[in-house]
């Protein structure tokens, strides 16, 4: 039989396992993100990648959002004269870099 304090400890481990899945089926599960939210994400990712690889002296600009129904994502691709990336944007895994053309590291 399990003392007052371990129940209150298991309690309380089911009670944040419980709401850390409500907060994984709402964020991963809940309605895609909206162009506008895909675009100022993306961007702020090219801004961390921008710091690590030249990008040309022109900056960055969208070229295009594009929506993949199949990954519930959004692919934006930014480029100049230089430079093209694609940045990966879905509300639940967050961003990653697609791709990269004629950007090599600093």
């Not at 007052?4 to 309690?11: E, H, N, Q, R, S």
């Not at 162009?35 to 690590?52: L, W």
């Not at 600009?61 to 990966?88: K, L, P, Q």
């Amino acid at each position: 039989m399990l003392s007052p304090i371990k129940w209150l400890v298991v309690a309380a481990a089911a009670a944040l396992a419980l709401v850390a899945a409500v907060i994984y089926w709402g964020r991963c599960h809940g309605a895609p993100l909206d162009r506008q939210e895909a675009v100022r994400r993306a961007s702020v990712r090219m801004e961390r990648f921008a710091k690590s690889y030249h990008v040309g002296l022109t900056p960055l600009a969208v070229r295009d959002a594009a929506f993949e129904e199949d990954s519930n994502s959004w692919r934006v691709t930014f480029g100049n004269g230089e430079c093209v990336v694609a940045v990966i944007v879905d509300r639940c895994h967050g961003d990653e870099i697609g791709g990269s053309t004629g950007c090599p590291s600093r």
